[in-house]
């Protein structure tokens, strides 16, 4: 099936490894024109060169800077011609304690995972509705669902995103402009992130990473973890032109893990 990408230009926040690199190779080898972010300027260059081998007829434009703060956000907004897509996305915040969480700890959490998403969205769902086509889309985590007691700074700040986002995606003069605003959440995906999380999960539990990565591929019915690759899909699925009527939801990717009906 053609999505109808061809020729739009996507921004894909925190894309130079893991799942929004992922969201970026699907984009290009749709046809998008991107701009991709991260801090680190080597990884990010290095993910732009293999973008641009990926398909030499797109534009990719790599924007070094934190997405978290105003400065990093007007850097990847200016590079962009025009945003058709936005995938947001940042680090998730660290694990712990809620006893040990300051003000500084919750409001680092709030800006990197939902303040800056909604700065974004601001930034460009106007211009999406005045040309009649918008897709955004939201990199939140299966703990929006399911809660993860030590990811208490992520369920916070990523519920506090999904219910802006449920209010913002039933506005007529968005919904009816074809503007579309979803939340991707993703259960366990093999990426650095996973992987540092095994490493500690292992570590606290007296069990090698391994030990511990297998028991935990054992607890999802897909007895795997996702793939960037796979996310990546159903992220340009949801982006395509024949996406248009499917807003305001929240699609959980995670091998069957969640275990309710809704
Ligand atoms: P990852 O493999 O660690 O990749 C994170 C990417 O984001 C890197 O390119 C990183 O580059 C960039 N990044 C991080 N913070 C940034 C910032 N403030 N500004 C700009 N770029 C930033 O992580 P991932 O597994 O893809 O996870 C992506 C998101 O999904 C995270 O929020 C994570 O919590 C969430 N999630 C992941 C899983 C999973 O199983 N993988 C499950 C649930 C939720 P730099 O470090 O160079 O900036």
Known sequence: MDLGLQG?????????????????????????HVVITARGAEALAATAADLRRLNPAVQVLAVAGDIATPEGRAAALAACPQVD??????????????????????????????????????????????????????ITSGAVKAPIDVLGLSNGARSGLTGFVAGLARQPALASRNVTLNNLLPGAFDTERLHKTLAAGGAKSGQSASEFAAKRRAAIPAQ?????????AVCAMLCSAQAGYLTGQNLLLDGGAYPGVF
């Open 224 to 232: 795997r973890f996702g793939t960037a690759a796979e996310f990546g």
């Open 8 to 32: 739009r230009w996507a921004l894909v926040c925190a894309a130079s490894k893991g799942l929004g690199r992922g969201c970026a190779e699907a984009l290009v080898a749709e046809g998008c």
């Open 85 to 138: 897509i936005l995938i947001n996305n940042a680090g998730g915040p660290p694990p712990g304690d809620f006893r040990d969480w300051d003000r500084e700890t919750w409001l680092a959490a709030l800006d990197a995972n939902m303040l800056a998403p909604i700065a974004m969205i601001k930034a460009t769902v106007d211009g999406m509705a005045e040309r009649g086509f918008g897709r955004v889309l939201n």
